[in-house]
């Protein structure tokens, strides 16, 4: 027992002597009395030897006001001699911090002076990194918690390896610089305004939003991107989208080592405030939500009269339209392939298309790029040039070469692009729908494509024979089970109810109770079951399609089901051919081409 | 061992004496010290190490910065660069009765609050002030910039020859 308890008491003091030591006495200050040292050493005069006499180390910390919130930095209580000319060749940390002419620093009687006074900007306004730490690894920011390691020089346990390279190089501070100096050609930050150049020349503007720059709205707003990301993060995502997020549908760009430091820098440096605008600057840009701006980004080109074909080559092959879709050999994996383009949609499809892909396919993914309607024409006169059909071969190659990109290798609609396509293909496995569907309908879908959906119009590239080949293909090979005669069902041929502002009514009513748990409330097709139910439920305000349809196909389906998906007969619940009327008219009343129509029939 | 007395009666009784008594004193030094350095942390760390405040010691420009005959209070450091000739020094502008800021006055310095009086050297010369104005130390940093310690109070008459 007494050994036992001299034992632990003599733990116990040295532990206390450790915790004492570690307490108090400290690297920092032995760095500054190596550092007293050496400069009563380097003095030269009585005056210089006066300033280092009869001082003893402490805290040295700069409190700097002017930059957002209050800083504390800590940095000279080890890095003393930063502002010591004399040290200009000794080793870190007592060595003075450079003097360049590229930080604004000159010559004055054969002294420098500096541009950017410690005093006045502290060090991590420009540097990054905890400004109260004391120990090197906390204030350099190594701690894999803290959000901004020194900018350049500092990378992380935990980030990627083969990253690290090139995450540690000084252009990294120009970031920093270009929270005040946001002025254009300014010397100091020429990477962030390449990465500027280069977001709207790689078409991100499109998906992205930046306060004050973009507005795109289908890919997270960049706003804050700097404040919120480290380096690392920024360099993953564009190296490789997919890496940390498999569902993302951002396309592997492949850059450049460069121009991806580019666009780190220039992301790095919006943090979603800025030193040098005042608050009505950053009101103003709030109202306007940076169209003007991307405007002025983007540079039209002059398409001239009589060269508009080869202006939009250019243009197409120039703006990483081939990043998502396929063109010729160079296939970004993530939309259609547009190889023959203009076999299956028209100019002027192509162009609306353009200017507002959803006034085309509602659900589409693809942004709306802000470029001008000329450019917009000679990209279309492009793409409507592509009219050499592949050479069509046996239905298996056919359906390889054709189908096989959105409809899957296996014909289970699970091709390369389809998940970024809404509606999703089409299941040719699923014999209970294709096998219900008589083949002149499946025939008319695959010449003539379903309108308001990326199944375009095959009908200039298969002609009726090959498409109906294609079609036995498919039923040999995907569906399998053999196919039996389909008898129509007893359906009116046209809504016996005629339209009016009750029946629509009524139509919604009934919609509401019925309908909405799959179609949804806004019958977008997203109702809170659409999420269990594959093929999803039909988006019924996708006008290009509802319009497409004839009422005698939305009666069978409502009244007598869609076999092989979730929609049920809803003439065993119920449901006469009033009612649906009435629902169908109530969808129709969605769909109307003009607005004032529909609320002036349903008022 | 304890639980049998016995045996300790036995020959080595004095060896485990002594043994007892050294274990015994080895446990008190141990705790003992431990003791002492707990408590001597404990007093240290009553004074901080360093504050939020403005920093005490502070660069002000060159010396070129100030002409001959300059007597310039920097407001928000709370003190006064006097130049004479190619003598400078800083006097505190804190009044040392109740804290205001003093001003420059044609004689010296002048109290707003209570109307104390000080010299050009902030010797008192009239209302309530206790003690005359606090002169600190100017040094030249390595920089050439002047230096100006708060934290060290020097005589009054102390300059910094440039």
Redesign the interface.
Known sequence: MRLALATGAFVILIIHGLVFYKQFFHDWERNQYAYFDQARGLAKTEVERASVTGRSPRIEQLIVTSFGETRVDRCETCHIAADDPRFANYAEPLKTHPYSTALGDYQKDGRWERRHKFEDFGCTVCHDGQGRGLEPGYSHGEDPFWPDPLLGYITQPGWRKEYLPALKNKIYLEANCAQCHTEEGFSGTATVERGRKLFFANNCFGCHRIEGLSDGTLAPDLSEAGKKYKIDYLWGKIDDPRASSPTSFMPKFNLPDEDKRALVVFLKSRKGRNFSETEIQRFRLHLTGGAELVQANVKPVDVRPGSERETGEKLVSDRSCTACHKLGDRDGGIAPDLSFEGLMRDNDWIFEHFRNPRSRVPDSVMPSFRYTDAEFHAMSADLDSLQSAPPIGAPAETFHALCERCHGEKGDGRGKIAIYLDPSPRDLTKAAFINSKPVERLLHSVRYGVPGTSMPVWGKVLDEQQARAVLEYVFATFTKEPRHDVKPHNVPESNPVPSSAGSIARGEATFVRRCSGCHGKKADGKGPNSIDLLPRPRNLRNSWFVNAVEDRRLFDSILYGVQGTAMPAWIDYGLTNDNVGDVINFIRSMNRKSKETTYASAN | ??LNPRRDAGTDSDDRASR?RL??W??????F??GI??A??NF?FIKP??T????Q???AGKPSDYPDGTRVALEPRRVCIVRDGNKLAAISTTCTHLGCIVGLSETGFACPCHGSRYDQDGTVTGGPAPKPLAWYKV??????EL?IDKD?EVNPGTY???
């Open positions: 061992m304890g007892r274990l015994g080895l446990s008190g030094v141990g705790l010290g431990s350095l707990s001597f942390s240290v190490r360093a939020y405040g403005a920093p010691r502070f660069t040094s030249l940093a390595p920089n050439g230096e060290v910094l020859n440039v």
